[in-house]
């Protein structure tokens, strides 16, 4: 995804609890909205604690990020605050602790835990948790702020207006969809009598 890894080993989860701060530079934050689909990153930060768990580890913590989106109402560029926590269990392969592969039907149980990712080796990517959760948090519709009101002009920035026919005659009714089709009586650009 980018070059930025923060890595703790399972091995230094012996002396107990590590904690961590995570603030990437411009640069990785610049890689991750391309990768996330954003305009711009310009703060990204998390403060994470990676304790012992089982054979494994849990990471726990808090981020705070700003994104800059695109409205999908007015297109116009907005900044938003995402705060977030992480809260993942994670094993070594061949763990009795990791869950199994099922090649069939998997039931799930919506109150059950997540059960534990399964680490490739002995190292977990901090970073990779971090960008993860901040993918889930970003909103896929984004709107400025939730704030957009559609007023009878149409919403903040934009103006819509009525279509109007050959003669340059406006829809009475306001309908946004033009036909033009012909008829023995007049008609607007979306087809209604005038």
């Known amino acids: 995804m980018s070059d930025w890894r923060q890595v703790v080993r399972l091995s230094d989860l012996?002396?107990?609890?590590?904690?961590?701060?995570?603030?990437?530079d411009a640069e990785i934050r610049a890689q991750i909205a391309r990768r996330l689909g954003l305009e711009s990153l310009p703060e990204l930060t998390g403060r994470l604690t990676v304790r012992p768990w089982l054979d494994g580890a849990e990471i726990t913590g808090r981020f705070k990020a700003r994104v800059e989106q695109i409205c999908?109402?007015?297109l116009d560029p907005f900044e938003s605050e995402i705060e977030g926590e992480i809260a993942v269990q994670a094993v070594p392969a061949g763990s009795p602790h990791a869950p199994a592969d099922s090649a069939g039907e998997i039931?799930?149980?919506?109150e059950a835990p997540d059960p534990p990712d399964v680490l490739e080796g002995e190292e977990i990517d901090l970073a990779a948790y971090l960008v993860e959760h901040l993918a889930l948090e970003i909103d896929p519709f984004p709107q400025a702020g939730r704030r957009v009101r559609l007023r009878a002009r149409g919403a903040r920035?934009?103006?819509?207006?009525?279509?109007?026919?050959?003669?340059?005659?406006?829809?009475?009714?306001?309908?946004p969809f033009a036909s033009g089709r012909p008829?023995?009586?007049?008609?607007?650009?979306c087809g209604a009598p005038l």
Request: hydrophobic share 35%.
């Open 107 to 110: 039931e799930l149980d919506l």
């Open 183 to 189: 008829g023995p009586y007049p008609r607007s650009a």
């Open 72 to 74: 999908g109402v007015t």
């Open 157 to 175: 920035g934009v103006a819509f207006r009525r279509p109007e026919d050959a003669e340059g005659r406006r829809c009475a009714i306001g309908c």
């Open 14 to 24: 012996a002396r107990g609890p590590v904690g961590v701060t995570l603030a990437p």
